[in-house]
């Protein structure tokens, strides 16, 4: 009987927010997207709520790629407002505290990294849109969102926020504040690795998107603790043509440094303690077990048949026991954000009035060249920002 | 392996069962018309609904009471709007405040106040043109008010955060900037401060 009550009670429970794949393409095709983010849409609509954060983010990825400025925009909107409201989960999102829901069951919210991420790029959006107060604003909170980590020492510690706080207040006029930005930002830097500062006549940035972004993996006997390896990149780094030189554009962020220096999660505390208790389930599950089929060996053995049904029945609860065991869910949330590039570079440069186009050169990690590229320049007032996306 | 682990497993059976009691659906609902000057069910740590109407209703209260908010010339002012400048963490739009001020001081002022549209200055300036050269009809030929008043303001925030959650103080500030003198006949500030943290799930 116990194990029937098991059996039941471990039927699944169907998602409720699950949309049909009709309503879903329905819903994709009155946004009227641009072809390539179409699957993106439908993505987002048929996984529902829990994934919608995550859908969103990988849309505005997506879109940028593309150069749809207004659908990655509004995808970011949609992030921020779900990374900004604070207080009680919903009563799903919580279950991933139970022993026998994992974490992903949760709403996806991103790590310190992710969330940090989505206002950089919102910024940069902001940048493009000659916004510079709300672009200013979106690289503040970039600190914020990172102040999420463990360590106060790494708390808001992005360097190419801090730069790019700076290059608003720049371009607004405020050159003081400009200046302790900068400084802000070499402060968090390597000597070799310190941002140039613009010049008077610096009227550009440009910012480099480099590689895929670091993976979240599980790690421990059961999956319970998150942890990060790097992305692969074909491209590692770049160079832009100035005056008919190749200068190397610096990097300013490491993602993967970023997403693996946040520290121990408290849902990294609820997994182990999930995983411990499994563990001991386990073994609980194998003491009976062998401790049952010893005793009914040996009542078949001695022709006890009362031992024998007994070592039966000890062996039916380890194996209910393991059965318990094994619907113990403590494997981390690993759901990534997996279009992020790896790295950030950012170089400011006087972007001359005849030019129609930029060239770069990319370069792999060996310092090979692994391509070229050109970007077509539609002038507008300045400050011009010139985004590169390359893998 | 921690001790409990071991004494766990019996319990484990009764709390199993009592555990997988069928999941909560998410319940959902169609649109609801709330009010805006309340806080929502989705709350968040920017400028929200609330926060805008309690700022532009408290500013057009003291604007109303200013005294010495009259042209010189002693014609009803003219006011004319900046956006304010956004210096918090939050992007806003940052002409929605203003807006919604010269909204109210329309509807509270009784005609004692008048506003220009230079945001709408292309368009006034063609449609002069085409009456000027004849080819729309026309009125009394008129000049272009001048603006006795500036309206802007400026939004900033110190703002705290941690594992647990994050708080944000934000300054609201207005001010009438005479044209003439570029004297502050006026000024006012609304502030508020916000906590919130984060649930166990996402720390």
Partial sequence: MLMACCLLGCASTPDPTRKDIATAEKLASDQGPAANLKPYYQRLYFEGESQATLNQMRLAFAAMEQAEWKDAGRALDEVIRDIEALGPADPRSREALSHFESEDIKKFKGETHERAMAYLLRGLLYLKEKDLQNARACFKSVQIQDAAKNDPSLQGNWASADWLEGWCNWNLGERSAAQQCWDRSNQRLSTRNRLPRPSETDNAVCIALLGFGPVKIPKGDHGELLSYREGASRTARVKLKIKEVFKAIPMAEDLFVQASSRGRRLMDQVNEEKADVRSGTETAGDVFITGGMGTTIGGVVADDTDVAVIGLGVTAAGAVTKGIASSIKPKADTRTWDLLPARIHILPFTLPTDANSLEFQLLDEQGGRSGERKVQISHSAPPEIILLIER | ?203
């Fill in chain 2, 1 to 203: 392996m921690k001790p409990y682990s071991i004494l766990l497993p019996s319990t484990l059976v009764c709390l199993f069962l009592a555990g997988c009691a069928s999941t909560e659906t998410t319940s959902s609902s169609v649109p609801q018309y709330v009010d805006p000057g309340a806080q929502g069910t989705i709350a968040g740590m920017g400028v929200e609904s609330q926060d805008l109407i309690a700022v532009t209703d408290k500013m057009v209260r003291k604007i109303l009471e200013t005294p010495g908010l009259q042209s010189r010339k002693g014609e009803t002012p003219t006011i004319g709007l900046i956006p304010v400048e956004n210096r918090s963490r939050f992007a806003i739009d940052k002409q929605i405040f203003t807006t919604r001020i010269k909204a109210l001081l329309n509807e509270k002022a009784n005609g004692q106040i008048r506003f220009v549209a230079r945001d709408r200055m292309d368009e006034i300036k063609r449609e002069k043109d085409l009456k000027e050269k004849g080819e729309v009809t026309s009125g009394e030929r008129r000049k272009l008010l001048g603006v006795d008043y500036y309206l802007t303001g400026e939004i900033s925030s110190l703002s705290g955060s941690g594992p647990r959650g994050k708080s944000d103080y934000m300054l609201f500030t207005f001010r009438l900037i005479d044209t003439e003198t570029s004297e502050e006949i006026w000024g006012g500030f609304h502030e508020l401060k916000k906590e919130g943290t984060e649930d166990a799930v996402y720390r």
